[in-house]
Nanobody, 129 residues
């Protein structure tokens, strides 16, 4: 199994910044896995935020966060970060880390939740106006 442990959520004023982290562990986790971030606001469906498949040379962002959020991986490729700048109240949501179990070969879109079969427990991000 793969375990994903998120951290870094919290309360911030509009215009502020937060950095989320997600550490992957487990015998079946591959450093060639795709990793991404999704979020779910109250009363709304879970939506894609950002994804990274470094071995495929692919990084993808939702239009709503382009230019404000940055996804990155550590050198071991087992931890994924989401740097969030210029936060807006509409960014308020529970943020979930996601990862594929093995090598990501590009057959599934990074922006689809069905691509990922491992999920973290979620971390709350609240942006006050």
């Amino acid at each position: 199994q793969v375990q994903l442990a998120e951290s870094g959520g919290g309360l911030v004023q509009a215009g502020g910044s937060l950095r989320l982290s997600c550490a992957a562990s487990g015998r079946t986790f591959s450093r060639y896995a795709a990793m991404g971030w999704f979020r779910q606001a109250p009363g709304k469906e879970r939506e894609f935020v950002a994804g990274n498949a470094w071995n495929a040379g692919t990084t993808l962002y939702a239009d709503s966060v382009k230019g404000r959020f940055t996804i990155s991986r550590d050198n071991a490729k087992t931890t994924v970060y989401l740097e969030m700048n210029n936060l807006k109240p509409e960014d308020t949501a529970v943020y979930y880390c996601a990862a594929t179990s093995g090598l990501y070969n590009g057959n599934w879109p990074l922006a689809s939740s069905r691509t990922y079969d491992n999920w973290g427990q979620g971390t709350q991000v609240t942006v006050s106006s």
